[in-house]
């Protein structure tokens, strides 16, 4: 049995000219074990067998100075020849028993895997740890299968739970100080998580090692700061009636702070939006250049990512706002607008999924199913026929949200809002807001004010925003001078403020006309 390790921070080396340049490896190597890396892979694929013997020595010499293990990629003969700690195989490499067979039961040995199918096997193969991945796109590894995300990585841990209670697990591929947080937290799985991370360029190309070591060592440490006050809040109301009656609150809140709504969105519902925004007590922007999230992040309010409009320009604009607001912690709204519709878009999806951390996805159900990963072809933003039951659409908005480790808001006829946990129907709104252009783009708006001022729990914020633009809607239908989708709109944006302006001077009347329920999955 390989002794205990502390798995937290892993660096795999890399000597090629691109990433280590001019500096000497044992010297980068010592650099970031200063800094706290707790385990050290060698890997070279390129020189010759006596040099990569000479180096994995000096190598060693180091790590057992700072009480680290040493581990060689591959090269069985390698950790045999410098009485190393372990090794890491491939896929393709020698297999595990043969492995363990060479380097006896006290070696670590860690083994690569990208489906369930491969870790599985390696579980009941023996091995010590896995390195799970790629996680994201990287040019360290040229000959990766697929790369799996922290969708791919949650569904491995869940799988392994089990038979791998006792195997250690890292992620691995285009792990940086900007994404380790968001992988750590999304990836693990209630019943399994993650022990560590697997960093390479990070770390090895840096002007600093040991203070790039640091800092990745101390946000590993350190809860995300989009989740941070969720996390903190152990108290989430689980019940409709007390939810409910928390809602008021929010509302009011978001009328005493003014919070900022950042909306990245097409340019037909961009005055729709920002006139909603301003009815319920908000403060739009309107605004598709990502340069400017670095400092709008930073004013307490939200971001609304709207798909409406997809090209080249705009998705990298869309990339580099959410992780502006990620790393300061601020709320992005995702919505998924006719995600369905084309491949482009199908596309576009996936790097956004990639590139942040979405606090609430809201969507039709066509889109929703498309962020999940099923297929589906819409005709346009609509999400067209159903295909689901309402409690098959429970449990897509349930498993996604637990997927993603956020809130997902399905609208239709009857909505469904989850964060994972809990799961509930809200059956409120009106036909009218399916005859209009842009109500569901709206409706993200409102839940990012509600979102703004009430980041620990994130559930009751989209049910806050739900409710007050669902129930607006059923008002504002219900009136006199409504005569079909043309006079609705204006009415629509009254009602709105007329809910804001009554819950500010504590009339909550409007409020009992809520149809919230638990779904029981």
């Known amino acids: 049995m390989a002794p205990a390790v502390d798995y937290s921070l892993y660096l795999v080396t890399d000597s090629t000219p691109a990433i280590l340049g001019e500096r000497d490896l044992v010297e980068v190597v010592e650099a970031a074990l200063e800094g706290g890396v707790t385990l050290v ?100 590894k040229t000959n990766t299968k697929d790369i799996i995300g922290t969708a791919g990585t949650k569904e491995i841990l869940r799988a392994i739970a089990e038979d791998g209670k006792n195997v250690r697990t890292i992620s691995i591929g285009g792990i940086n100080a900007s994404t380790v947080q968001r992988v750590l937290y999304q990836s693990s799985d209630s019943k399994k998580k993650l022990d560590g991370v697997a960093v390479v360029s990070a770390i090895m190309a840096a002007k600093d090692p040991a203070r790039a070591a640091a800092e990745i060592m101390n946000l590993i440490k350190t809860p995300p700061p989009f989740a941070a006050a969720s996390l903190a809040n152990t108290a989430k109301k689980g019940d409709p009636r007390s939810l409910v009656g928390l809602v008021p609150a929010i509302i009011k809140v978001v009328t005493e702070k003014n919070p900022l709504s950042h909306n990245m969105t097409n340019l037909v519902v961009q005055n729709f939006a920002a006139n909603v925004a301003l009815a319920v007590g908000g403060s739009p922007i309107m605004s598709n250049y990502g340069e400017e999230a670095a400092d709008l992040c930073k004013l307490g309010g939200s ?18 706002a959410l992780k502006a607001y990620n790393q300061e912690g601020a709320p992005v709204v995702f919505d998924p607008v006719g995600a369905g519709a084309t491949a482009v878009r199908r596309l ?121 633009y669902e129930i607006a809607a059923e008002i504002a239908a219900t009136r006199e001078d409504v005569k079909g989708p043309g006079t609705f709109v204006p009415a629509l944006i009254d009602e709105l403020y007329n809910i804001h302006e009554s819950t500010s001077q504590g009339d909550w009347k409007w409020l009992e006309r809520a149809r919230v329920g638990v779904v029981g999955l």
């Open 303 to 320: 971001l609304v990512i709207n798909m409406g409009t997809v090209t080249a320009e705009g998705l990298r604009n869309y990339v580099q």
């Open 348 to 468: 576009a999806v996936k790097t956004l999924l990639a590139a942040g951390y979405f606090d609430v996805i809201k969507g039709n159900e066509g889109e929703i199913r498309t962020v999940f990963g099923s297929v589906i072809q819409q005709k346009g933003v609509d999400s067209g026929a159903s295909t689901l039951s309402d409690t098959e659409k429970a449990a897509l908005v349930r498993d996604l949200a637990a997927r993603e480790r956020n809130v997902v808001v399905m609208t239709g006829a009857t909505d469904f809002v989850s964060d994972g946990l809990r799961t509930f129907a809200v059956s409120n709104g009106h036909g009218l807001l399916g005859r209009i252009t842009g109500s569901g783009c709206v409706l993200g708006t409102i839940i990012s004010l509600t979102l703004a001022v009430s980041r620990e729990d994130k559930l009751l914020a989209a049910l806050a925003g739900l409710l007050h």
């Open 41 to 140: 892979q060698y890997r070279d694929k390129i020189s010759d067998t006596a040099l990569l013997v000479s180096t994995a020595r000096k190598l060693h010499l180091v790590t057992r100075k700072h009480n680290v293990p040493l581990l060689i990629n591959d090269r069985v003969d390698v950790a045999l020849a410098v009485e190393c700690e372990g090794v890491h195989v491939g896929q393709d490499d020698l297999d595990l028993p043969s492995v363990r067979k060479l380097l006896g039961h006290n070696a670590i040995i860690g083994v690569t895997v990208s489906t369930v199918e491969e870790a599985q096997l390696a579980c009941k193969g023996g091995a010590d740890y896995l390195g799970i991945g790629t996680m994201f796109a990287t040019a360290t």
